[in-house]
């Protein structure tokens, strides 16, 4: 029997690097007035992110980049889950994907989708790319 998708990030998409703060209200509210602050300082005149390199379509301070844009810490911005049930926040123990309870990935899955919909379509190649990714036999 299949199992249920696994999270996971693929490479040459980064549309989450589009901070432009008329799509992405929902992610402002959840932020501290710290993260917010650095959030909008990090919108550049496009809507991209300053540090998102366009064409290689890859994050330029990766191993630096804030804690809010680490998929692993979305449950902590994102407490409700789309069942109105809180997604336990994983323990620190806990930032590598393997370890995630079923729920939080599934609420990955559901942000990267919407936000890779949103920028490259709901039909493209970087949306084909994400699901066979996730997909687990
Ligand atoms: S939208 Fe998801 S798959 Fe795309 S770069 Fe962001 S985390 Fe990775
Ligand atoms: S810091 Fe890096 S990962 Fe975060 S939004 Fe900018 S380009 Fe994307």
């Given at each position: 029997m299949a199992q249920s998708p696994q999270w996971q990030c693929i490479a040459g998409?980064?549309?989450?690097?589009?901070?432009?703060p008329a799509l992405r209200q929902e992610a402002l509210e959840a932020l501290d007035p710290q993260q917010r602050h650095t959030y909008l300082a990090m919108v550049g005149p496009d809507g991209w992110c300053i540090h998102f390199d366009t064409g290689a379509r890859r994050c330029r301070i990766y191993s630096e980049r804030p804690d809010f844009c680490q998929v692993s810490n979305l449950a902590r911005l994102f407490a409700p889950n789309g069942n109105g049930d809180p997604v336990a926040p994983p323990p620190p123990a806990a930032a590598s994907p393997q370890l995630w309870p079923a729920e939080m990935h599934d609420l990955a899955i559901r942000c990267c989708t919407d936000q890779i919909r949103s920028e490259y379509?709901?039909?493209g190649r970087v949306m084909r790319r994400f699901q066979r990714a996730i997909r687990r036999p």
């Open positions: 998409c980064g549309a989450c690097c589009r901070l432009d379509g709901g039909r």
